[in-house]
């Protein structure tokens, strides 16, 4: 469990924002009745809340977030950089109120359904993560970050996850829109003015204005526009922002509406959470607002794509590369490193060791060259020198055949140390690779080669400031 003797960030105090004129102005006019504790609101600190991951940490004592079955409120923020369990992927730092995705995934989808779902503006992974936990083995999501810089945070955050049914791509909205009716929910997080995170981003607060918020839904409609000839006929899209903006988010449904033929879809919520449903024209949103739940400003909506594309076949299929398509692989150490389901099987791709499912095998065929693929599956290590060399994934991987290794278990120094990826002495007698544990929870691996072990945490991974 989180260990709350670490350190605490000084958030329990009110904070007073100096919050834009015309801001404030328009939340009257929005909000009316309400405007006056919405705007109170900006000046309470947030709230700090974590989602779980259920088959890492079976249990946890702590408020319930009422829309997600694994979301968690904590009393108060710990120094989350020096918990072990964080890096072993036993939970993730989520915002509470984006945590509601959920409810769209178990309201409107079977949990043994195949789905294949595109999350365009993926990072730093909170929703992406979030909905493969809801995936079942046989579907695949890919995450997708247009921007490549933030591509490195993405690909830790998932790999720490464990979760397998992911693939990781770096690609304009554009690109995915020349696949013909490929997925079955997409999910946009749209880059919006951020109004609903100011008292947690004051850069936001800078950055707003009138016009910002403006360019914002001009670049909404190129993203929807350009993405959306990619979701099948009768597929969901998800749309949310972190803002109270108008302009982006109920104008944009409208939009969609009388540009497209979609049509909204209503899910159910509990009178108790507290959420703001808006209804009009048989289109619903639902906004979270701050001053009504522990969370910060956000508004999704789910809408449904009625008609169809009517343009052919995939444009990519005559660039897919089929001389390097994953090949299937056989040899007993990774075979036996992992569980595997029915419809996955172990692949050499890329010149590493590869957990794939059929899903992410079809898509690699679709998908081409346009959009570069970063990761897929779960990676399982490489071969060197005809010695194989296990990965970090495998080792945070939810399906790891962990009676398979030899381990050791780290204290907590022990285990800070190896996270900082320090110089690392235990007396070990076998040679050979070590998983190492921390409340028996996989944190990565060492190699012990008889009088020193080898620390193979990722170096960019490591803990630099503790």
């Not at 929005?30 to 309470?44: A, C, G, T, W």
């Not at 499912?357 to 290590?381: M, P, R, V």
Request: aromatic residues 12%.
């Amino acid at each position: 469990m989180l260990n709350y003797n670490l350190h605490f960030s000084a958030l329990s105090k009110n904070i007073r924002l100096q919050l834009p004129e015309k801001f404030l102005k328009r939340l009257d006019e929005q909000f009316r009745n309400q405007s006056s504790e919405l705007k109170e609101s900006f000046s309470l600190p947030p709230a700090t809340s974590i989602r779980i991951h259920p088959n890492k940490l079976k249990s946890y004592s702590a408020e319930k977030i009422p829309w997600s079955e694994f979301g968690f409120y904590l009393k108060e923020r710990p120094l989350f950089t020096i918990d072990p369990l964080l890096h072993a992927g036993c939970y993730y730092v989520q915002e509470a109120s984006s945590m509601f995705m959920e409810q769209v995934f178990t309201q409107l989808f079977s949990e043994n359904e195949k789905i294949i779902v595109l999350d365009l503006c993926a990072a730093p992974g909170g929703k992406s993560t979030h909905i493969a936990s809801l995936l079942n083995s046989k579907s695949v999501l890919v995450s997708n970050e247009i921007i490549q810089s933030r591509i490195p945070v993405l690909k830790e955050n998932i790999i720490k996850q464990g979760t397998g049914n992911i693939m990781i791509t770096n690609s304009d909205a554009k690109n995915f829109g020349a696949l013909n009716e490929v997925f079955d929910c997409i999910v946009l997080d749209a880059p919006c003015s951020g109004e609903g995170l100011f008292r947690k981003d004051k850069r936001a607060i800078s950055e707003w204005s009138e016009e910002n918020a403006h360019h914002c839904s001009i670049r909404q409609k190129r993203i929807l526009d350009d993405v959306l000839p990619c979701l099948r006929q009768n597929g969901l899209l998800i749309y949310s922002t972190c803002t109270f903006n108008p302009e982006e988010n109920e104008m944009q449904l409208k939009w969609l509406k009388e540009s497209f033929g979609f049509t909204g879809v209503r899910l159910k919520i509990d009178r108790d959470w507290n959420i703001d449903e808006w209804n009009e024209d048989d289109l619903y949103a639902y906004r979270f607002l701050p001053n009504k739940l522990k969370g910060e400003g956000f508004f999704l909506s789910v809408m449904r794509k009625t008609e169809s594309n009517n343009f052919s076949e995939t444009v990519y299929d005559s660039k897919t590369d089929y001389a390097n398509l994953p090949k299937k692989y056989s040899q007993a150490f990774f075979q036996n490193a992992v569980l595997i389901n029915e419809n996955e099987n172990i692949y050499e791709w890329k010149k590493k060791i590869f957990l794939l499912n059929t899903a992410q095998i079809e898509l690699l065929k679709i998908i081409g060259s346009d959009i570069k693929i970063i990761y897929a599956g779960i990676e399982l290590g490489e071969i060197k020198q005809n010695q194989e060399i296990p990965s970090e994934a495998l080792a945070l991987f939810d399906r790891v055949n962990i009676s398979n290794f030899n381990t050791v278990s780290l204290t907590t120094e022990q285990a800070l140390s190896f996270l900082r990826k320090d110089a690392f002495n235990i007396s070990r007698i076998e040679k050979g690779w070590l998983l190492a544990q921390y409340e028996n929870h996989p944190l990565g691996w060492l190699k012990s080669l008889g009088n020193r072990m080898n620390n193979y945490f990722p170096t960019e991974w490591r803990i630099r400031n503790y």
